[in-house]
């Protein structure tokens, strides 16, 4: 189970990696950061998303 700080901690690691993102990895990574900043948990098919956003994208030292 991934918690809010598990969410939060992915968002924050990809904030600089934005710009090698894919457009619809971008765009959901953007309606993450939306719904994190109203203070939202994720369900959980979003959080899976999140989480395969987070492992392609985040470096080793993120993870």
Do not use: G, H, N
Not at 21 to 43: G, H, Q, T
Not at 46 to 58: C, Q, T, V
């Amino acid at each position: 189970m991934t918690t809010l700080a598990d969410q939060r901690k992915m968002i924050a690691a990809l904030r600089y990696k934005t710009s090698k993102m894919l457009p619809k990895d971008r765009y959901d990574y953007d309606m993450y950061v939306k719904r994190d900043k109203d203070d939202e948990d994720l369900d959980s098919i979003s959080m899976k998303r999140l989480r395969e956003i987070f492992d392609k994208y985040a470096d080793a030292k993120d993870k």
